[in-house]
């Protein structure tokens, strides 16, 4: 154990990047053997958020706040499209410096108009003001946020996902790809780990924005949006047997107020593996939800991050990890944890995922193990009281992560293949296994997460 965690620490400290003498964040992966993917040198900031909570853990600040700071800066290279402008409240998915002997040092960003499908990264902007959140909460340091300009940010991101569109429900609508899954998987619409992220981000914004005469329609605004979204999130994407049966027997093409199956979905369209596989005193949240569309897979993410912040009751969150004691072959194997259950397959997968070979079944993001997933597993574990699931779970990974030089994720039923295309030396897959040991040594970390007075 010790010699994992050492290789993790020296890991993580060689993959600081420094822009004009200072560190502002940590590359993606440091793959000795290549070839590492163009854009495996960027910080991205969703990877960026373990190795900061570790960071803070350790005491170091000032990473995690110059971070946030040069994220803010690289707002001013969005580039226009004539015609069409990218939010100005977007915030970038990964930047990276480039030394160059003559003209020295410069950074640049890629707000998904670099990426593979070119897919904006809706999560980037929640994970910003989520770490702000933590951030402040570690380090005690309130001025940061007090700034004039991340005060705007602030508003200029609320008023972004808080702005009237074609919708009726509280979740956020976004388009395939956006978070942490960035290709095309099925995910588009109101994806779960969009919704336990923006719900993060809103109670976080409550305790960052300025408490003003002028902020006050905009608080109440996000008060409101905050507890609709959760209670939402509470009776339309839970699904234990019992609420199964209903659905099993919903009666459909129902009009008008009073209806029960208000979204319309078919009976039919409930997959066969969900009614064998859920065990009656488990449940979990579904994936995502629209008209006539209930996607019944699990996604390891969004029920973790749902735990974490508060959106799942004491009850509903105790029987997720119920599901992951369970069916931990499924949902865990021989590495913590899969991403998705369970994989599509065949012409599913060709209409799903538009026939990408990176995401065939039991791969990537499609039923891949991400070691990632420990920390967020670890947290929603201790959170709900199973901290015999986390030392398990501990364990299981740090048997095989660091002779396998800290692979991106692992392919096969039990995880137990190092993924096919799978970086080595991933950074975040190191920095999510010594979060998740930091927090085993200390439970009383679960506080600088978000959650409100009742989470
Ligand atoms: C992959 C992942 C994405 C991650 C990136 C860098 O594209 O899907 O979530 O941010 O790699 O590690």
Same mark, same amino acid.
């Given at each position: ?20 003498g200072?560190p502002v964040?940590?590359?993606?992966a440091m793959d000795?053997a290549?070839p590492?993917?163009a854009?495996?040198h960027?910080c ?8 900061a909570?570790?960071?803070m853990?350790?005491?170091n600040?000032a990473?995690?706040?110059? /971070?946030?700071?040069t994220? #803010?800066e ?11 402008e ?6 970038? *998915? ?6 160059d002997?003559e ?14 499908? =070119?897919?904006a990264?809706?999560d ?5 003001v ?16 007090l700034?004039s ?11 972004l ?8 429900f509280?979740?956020?609508?976004v ?13 588009y619409?109101h ?12 109670i976080?914004t409550?305790?960052?924005l300025?408490d003003?005469?002028?902020n006050? *329609? ?11 979204? =959760?209670?939402?999130l509470? %009776? ?6 019992r609420q199964? =049966?209903?659905?099993?027997?919903y009666?459909t ?6 209806s029960i199956?208000?979204?319309n ?9 969900? *009614? ?12 995502n %939800? ?7 897979r699990?996604f390891? #993410? ?49 209409f ?11 791969s ?5 193990n ?14 709900t ?9 501990l364990?299981t990974a740090?048997?095989? %992560? ?5 692979p991106?994720?692992y392919d096969?039923k ?5 993924? =096919?295309r ?6 975040w ?17 679960l506080? /600088? ?7």
């Amino acid at each position: 154990m010790k010699d994992a965690i050492d290789s993790a620490i020296e890991l993580l400290a060689s993959s600081v990047m420094t822009f004009r003498g200072r560190p502002v964040g940590t590359v993606a992966a440091m793959d000795p053997a290549g070839p590492v993917a163009a854009n495996y040198h960027d910080c991205f900031v969703r990877d960026f958020v373990p190795s900061a909570l570790v960071f803070m853990a350790d005491g170091n600040h000032a990473i995690v706040r110059n /971070f946030l700071l040069t994220i #803010l800066e690289l707002r001013s290279q969005h580039i226009g499209v004539y015609g069409h402008e990218l939010e100005p409240a977007m915030l970038p *998915a990964s930047f990276q410096v480039i030394h160059d002997p003559e003209s020295g040092e410069t950074i640049s960003a890629d707000f998904g108009d670099q990426a593979i499908g =070119r897919v904006a990264p809706v999560d980037a902007l929640m994970w910003w003001v989520i770490l702000l959140g933590i951030y402040q909460r570690m380090s005690g340091d309130r001025a940061l946020a007090l700034e004039s300009g991340v005060q705007r940010a602030l508003r200029s991101i609320l008023d972004l996902t808080l702005k009237e569109g074609f919708e009726v429900f509280p979740t956020l609508l976004v388009p395939d790809g956006s978070f942490m899954i960035d290709r095309r998987m099925g995910v588009y619409g109101h994806p779960l780990e969009i919704q336990a992220l923006f719900y993060g981000m809103l109670i976080t914004t409550l305790e960052l924005l300025l408490d003003s005469h002028e902020n006050q *329609a905009l608080i109440d605004l996000v008060t409101q949006r905050a507890s609709s979204l =959760r209670s939402y999130l509470r %009776l339309f994407y839970w699904l234990d047997l019992r609420q199964l =049966r209903t659905i099993h027997r919903y009666k459909t093409e129902e009009f008008g107020s009073g209806s029960i199956n208000m979204l319309n979905i078919y009976p039919e369209s409930i997959p066969e593996w969900v *009614a064998d596989w859920l065990p009656d005193r488990a449940g979990y949240l579904v994936g995502n %939800l629209g008209p006539g569309r209930m996607d019944f897979r699990f996604f390891a #993410l969004g029920n973790l991050l749902s735990i974490l912040f508060g959106i799942t009751t004491r009850e509903e969150a105790a029987r997720i990890m119920l599901l992951y004691s369970d069916r931990w072959p499924d949902l865990v194997g021989e590495m913590p944890c899969k991403l998705v259950y369970p994989p599509v397959a065949g012409k599913e997968w060709m209409f799903m995922t538009g026939s990408d070979p990176k995401n065939v079944p039991l791969s990537y993001h499609n039923g891949g193990n991400w070691p990632v997933l420990l920390w967020a597993f670890t947290a929603a574990a201790l959170k709900t009281g199973r901290g015999d699931l986390a030392q398990l779970a501990l364990e299981t990974a740090e048997r095989t %992560l660091p002779a396998d030089q800290w692979p991106e994720y692992y392919d096969g039923k039990r995880g137990n293949l190092i993924g =096919r295309r799978a970086h080595l030396n991933q950074i975040w897959t190191a920095a999510g296994y010594l979060m998740a040991h930091r927090l085993m040594e200390d439970e009383s970390l679960l506080r /600088f997460f978000p959650r409100d007075s009742d989470g």
